[in-house]
């Protein structure tokens, strides 16, 4: 119904993205809604600066040049956010109420439904 690999790729990519900028906790939620499913990644990080809010889902943006040497090329959050597109969901990036950076990963129903009838 879903491409299962592209999924879990994109989930891992924004994972991993969490476990390293988080000083202690990364918080990873899965729920269903009325209109789909949605997974949110947190973490206690000082969060998104506001340029990077603006552009860190496009193609090799990086953020600041430390990423760089930790081996990030700016693909992870392009490539998720692809993902969530294919399956007609989005991704948003935001910081949390408190501090850190979130991501919510939505997939909704309509997608399994019109992947299901091919």
Same mark, same amino acid.
């Given at each position: 119904?879903?491409?299962?690999?592209?999924? &879990?790729? +994109?989930? $891992? &990519?924004?994972?991993?993205? +969490? !476990? %390293?900028?988080?000083?202690?906790?990364?918080? $990873?939620?899965? *729920?269903?809604? *009325?209109?789909?499913?949605? !997974?949110?990644?947190?973490?206690?990080?000082?969060?998104?600066? %506001?340029?990077?809010?603006?552009?860190?889902?496009?193609?090799?943006?990086?953020?600041?040049?430390?990423? %760089?040497?930790?081996?990030?090329?700016?693909?992870?959050?392009?490539?998720?956010?692809?993902? /969530? /597109?294919?399956?007609?969901? %989005? $991704?948003?990036?935001?910081?949390?109420?408190?501090?850190? +950076? /979130?991501?919510? $990963?939505?997939?909704?129903?309509?997608?399994?439904?019109?992947?299901?009838?091919?």
């Amino acid at each position: 119904m879903i491409d299962l690999e592209l999924v &879990n790729r +994109a989930i $891992l &990519n924004v994972l991993m993205n +969490a !476990i %390293e900028h988080a000083k202690e906790k990364v918080i $990873l939620n899965l *729920q269903t809604t *009325q209109i789909g499913i949605e !997974i949110t990644i947190c973490d206690d990080s000082s969060g998104f600066d %506001e340029k990077t809010l603006q552009h860190a889902t496009e193609f090799l943006y990086r953020g600041d040049n430390s990423r %760089e040497r930790n081996g990030h090329f700016g693909i992870g959050l392009t490539f998720a956010k692809e993902v /969530m /597109m294919k399956h007609e969901g %989005e $991704l948003v990036i935001m910081n949390g109420n408190h501090s850190g +950076a /979130m991501v919510l $990963l939505k997939i909704p129903f309509v997608s399994f439904e019109k992947k299901s009838k091919k």
